[in-house]
């Protein structure tokens, strides 16, 4: 399986008094690693809307390992882990500037149509550009 | 002019690392006051969305006068101030669990149609909604 | 194990452009819940803060349901699952107001010194009110 | 008077359900082109917290233009102003890429001591380092 990294900085705004970052916006960091690798392989999310599709997310786990802080540069992994029916599983892994492991996740999500908003098979074009594109164990189920 | 008070409490992701309300959020607690004014007037948002309309805000001026903090009950008084063509212009005043005003602001919100995405008239049922419920010196202009 | 209920309203700054509230919001609505519950056990969290703890969150599961839409006034069911170490569990279920199950989280957390950042023991009085006050089958192990 | 320029491609969540980026995350947008400015300059703010010092945000005016939208690169130019007794006035401008300006603001800006909480001369060497880097019409008043 290949993973895609890409990079945020954390904003100040990211941050909670605790002096961390708050625990939602990882959520948010991995929604801008998985839209920079659809971007990188050719498909970029904004075009699966304009589509006439939608990429909800249905399901979530995080573990926060260790904090992260104001203005540190991330690096976030992103793994495609599988294709099943209308469900698309996504990896994350998340480092900091140290090379520690911070936090994983793993959040699926499920294509629906942007007109009926009923669960539906992703483009097809989507799935052949990643298993062209990715040329992995990426499962098709 | 009447003012219309209502209250929210300051959520923990609403603080960043000073310890503050990060400034971006007043905007969030006004956007709160004003549809908690509306909802009151019989006008709810929401409703003003399904009628075809949309009203981004288009000006915005705040003086932060006083930090607020995690878990203050914070007082909104909202004003309606005027109706101008497709402009209406909101006042904000906010205050602390001590009765301190902490932060003012005047908003300006323009209403477009949700299809053509112009700017119009707002809808006649809210102006007349507003000069019957106010009974004020609201302008319409 | 009893639960506690409170409720929030869908901001509009929750949504977007799917017109659902994003997916990362879900975690500031179980937050609010959550300190909701230790507030009406008699120890809001900004107290636990102020004795020298820290209580971020380590680990997150949440399904997904149904969206939820702006304006919405939505109940947060929420439920000490478990005392372990310096380990809090937490259950949550979101219900809409058609009193459907739209969302479930377990979130846990852990204790930590605010001043070593080290995990500890949570605050004895804590766990004693919570003992007295929920009588329930919450496991402190 | 220089101005620096920065870029952010807008997020998903910082949409809202009109398809335009909510009027709030434009004062978190021009943060990061402040601390990108900041950062360039060879001051990061990070370490001017770390040197006992704090600058929240005490006035804010914007003009919303035209919408921003999910996933454009928009170019943040950011000038500084004025440096003021204890406060530091920034101008933005807001470029989409279409080259349109899409919003203006200026941001005013107060030092204080991280300590005390009290209004604070801004940091010599801060002063000196724009004065040197920028070569402008920056005044120092």
């Not at 992103?78 to 990896?91: D, E």
């Not at 520690?100 to 499920?110: D, H, R, V, W, Y």
């Not at 483009?123 to 499962?139: C, F, G, I, M």
Request: aromatic residues 12%; proline residues 4%; charged residues 20%.
């Amino acid at each position: 399986m290949q993973t895609f990294s890409s990079k945020i900085r954390v904003s100040y705004s990211d941050t909670d008094q605790m002096g961390f970052v708050h625990h939602s916006n990882y959520l948010k960091y991995y929604e801008t690693g998985r839209w920079n690798l659809f971007r990188q392989l050719g498909m970029p999310y904004k075009r699966i809307e304009q589509e006439g599709f939608l990429l909800p997310v249905v399901d979530v786990q995080i573990q926060y390992l260790k904090p992260a802080f104001y203005d540190e540069v991330l690096t976030i992994e992103t793994s495609l882990i599988q294709f099943k029916g209308v469900k698309l599983a996504v990896g994350f892994k998340l480092f900091n500037e140290d090379h520690e492991l911070i936090n994983t996740a793993t959040i699926i999500l499920a294509f629906i149509s942007k007109h009926s908003r009923k669960p539906c098979k992703p483009p097809t074009a989507l799935v052949k550009l990643y298993k062209e594109h990715l040329q992995t164990d990426l499962q098709i189920v």
